[in-house]
């Protein structure tokens, strides 16, 4: 059970999905007329633009697809360039290149978010599209990337798959971009098992992502629309069935958020009386972040890998899938002459902080993270306490090699 929303499914899942299992409308489109069809994905976008401040949400089928349907929507497609940071998970990079853009990495900082500094020596005149990725649960450094974006008359997406109910400067993030792409993948804050949502201020930006998530269709049809589909589309739809679970989840977000905060802020506390030399957080853009993990950063790489082997753990660098050089179908890729585009190491910056990171879980229990090691959203005084004795102990002794 990898995300928190996963260790706390309950009753309000079991009614919103019970009530669409006894009406049988599965799909997002029913009868208007119909009192028995539930409206539970409409219900979902609703409520989720409601919470986030904003005047539309889509709901569609993954974190990957709220990406894809995103990029179209603010017009990247052949030859188009995206800024996206090579730390962050494939899919970020991959959603690019399958609706025909380029990505090109940009560095992190030590928030292990996207570096704003990386940023101006990197666009083009083929640049359209600036995408943070809030990592980790760490909301990007929005500010000073939406001052570059402005100065270059860039659009911006915020990838929010691994921090939603994160905010930013008091406001959802999501919301700082032209639009927001979030998961509920099952190791997301909350859950559906599969689904993703949009969200955006702008209807025309709306109701183009609506049309390619809907095979080119106008927002909330709910009959044929022969004849006035403008854009060409593919399906990513969220059903009804994970619209109710969604919503279930949805329900409980703010309690999520409360109990990941306080362990975050007990287990990060325990660590900092520890003093351990060397050591230090990494930086945090806003305390809206949704403190799903906590990380820290060693000053020596070697100390950073035993300290992670002692306790059964990674460094985030070795962990595995959200580090472009282990990404082997995306340094495949080659360009119009046929010369890779992409190469291990291309971004040192990144690849010396990450070498120095590990990641301790906190509500997020993946190690494919790098966050195999910590605790989780149940966890109660006595499991935290042990976690952390257990990494100070072994931070202490990863000083001598
Ligand atoms: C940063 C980031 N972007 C995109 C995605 C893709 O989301 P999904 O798995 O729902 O397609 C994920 C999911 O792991 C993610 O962490």
Redesign the pocket.
């Known amino acids: 059970m990898p995300g928190p929303g996963s260790f706390l499914i309950g009753e309000e899942e079991r009614r919103h999905v019970a009530e669409v299992m006894e009406t049988g409308y599965l799909s997002r489109y029913g009868s208007e007329t119909d009192p028995r069809f539930k409206r539970k994905v409409v219900t979902l976008e609703r409520l989720f633009a409601e919470r986030s401040g904003v005047r539309h949400a889509l709901a569609v089928?993954?974190?990957?697809?709220?990406?894809m349907a995103s990029l179209v929507a603010l017009g990247v497609g052949p030859g188009v360039e995206v800024l996206v940071p090579g730390y962050?998970?494939?899919?970020?990079i991959s959603?690019v290149l399958a609706v025909g853009g380029i990505p090109i990495l940009a560095e992190m900082d030590e928030s292990l978010t996207m570096d704003p500094g990386d940023l101006e020596g990197k666009i083009t005149g083929r640049t359209r599209v600036i995408m943070p990725?809030?990592?980790l649960g760490n909301p990007s450094a929005m500010d000073a990337i939406n001052a570059v974006a402005r100065r270059h008359k860039l659009l911006v997406l915020e990838?929010?798959?691994?921090a939603l109910g994160a905010t930013y400067r008091g406001k959802a993030i999501g919301t700082y971009g032209d639009i927001g792409?979030f998961?509920?993948?099952i190791?997301?804050t909350i859950t559906s098992g599969?689904?993703?949502i949009i969200i955006t201020d702008d209807t025309g930006i709306y109701e183009r992502a609506f049309a390619y998530h809907d095979q080119g269709h106008k927002p909330l049809r709910m009959g044929l629309e022969i004849g006035k589909r403008s854009i060409l589309g593919i399906n990513l739809r969220m059903n009804e069935l994970s619209g109710a679970f969604a919503l279930g989840q949805l329900e409980k977000l703010d309690r999520i958020l409360s109990m990941l905060k306080d362990r975050k802020a007990r287990f990060k506390n325990a660590l900092s009386e520890a003093r351990i030399p060397g050591m230090k957080f990494r930086v945090l853009n806003d305390p809206g972040e949704c403190a799903t993990l906590l990380v820290v950063i060693f000053d020596d790489p070697g100390r950073a890998a035993r300290v992670a082997k002692e306790v059964g753990s990674k460094t985030v660098a070795e962990s595995g899938?959200?580090v472009y050089n282990h990404m082997e179908q995306i340094l495949a890729v080659t360009d119009e002459k046929g010369k890779p585009r992409y190469h291990k190491g291309m971004l040192p910056r990144t690849d010396d902080i990450l070498s120095r990171s590990i990641a301790l879980s906190v509500g997020v229990v993946d190690a494919g993270l790098g966050a195999g090691f910590g605790i989780n959203v149940l966890s109660n005084d006595v499991e935290l306490r042990a976690a952390a004795d257990r990494f100070i102990r072994a931070a202490r002794a990863g000083s001598n090699p």
């Open positions: 089928n993954g974190g990957t697809g709220a990406i962050t998970f494939v899919a970020s959603a990725v809030h990592m990838d929010c798959c691994q792409a998961s509920l993948n190791n997301k599969d689904g993703g899938w959200h």
